[in-house]
Nanobody, 121 residues
Framework: QVQLVESGGGSVQAGESLRLSCVAS????????TGWFRQAPGKEREFVAA???????YYGNSVKGRFTISRDNAKNTVYQQMDRLKHEETAVYYC???????????????WGQGTQVTVSS
């Protein structure tokens, strides 16, 4: 069992940056793939980025070049640096852990409770 707790959300202006963190407790998550998803009101949960235990990374097309996922296995923590944020990226951001890199929510086993990111235009 893995518990995930996100933090770092908040309110920013368009063009500004935020850094999200997700701390895992329970079983070590170094061998898991960790991913970030987001969900805006009235929309489906959307894949943002994922990183597996070997360091392979995959980004959603809309965030390439602006978001950076990283992890510190010693701290059981995964990060997401989000630069040049856009108004339309206002959403609840979720951390997830699964067995392999995937853009599908069904492929992730564990989920955090989410952290709100609000980007004002």
């Amino acid at each position: 069992q893995v518990q995930l707790v996100e933090s770092g959300g908040g309110s920013v202006q368009a063009g500004e940056s935020l850094r999200l963190s997700c701390v895992a407790s329970g079983r070590t998550f170094s061998s898991y793939t960790t991913g970030w998803f987001r969900q805006a009101p009235g929309k489906e949960r959307e894949f943002v980025a994922a990183m597996d235990g070997s360091g392979n990374i995959y980004y959603g097309n809309s965030v390439k070049g602006r978001f950076t996922i990283s992890r510190d296995n010693a701290k059981n923590t995964v990060y997401q640096q989000m630069d040049r944020l856009k108004h339309e990226e206002t959403a609840v951001y979720y951390c997830a852990a699964g067995a392999h890199i995937s853009t599908r929510t069904d492929d992730y086993i564990y989920w955090g409770q989410g952290t709100q990111v609000t980007v004002s235009s």
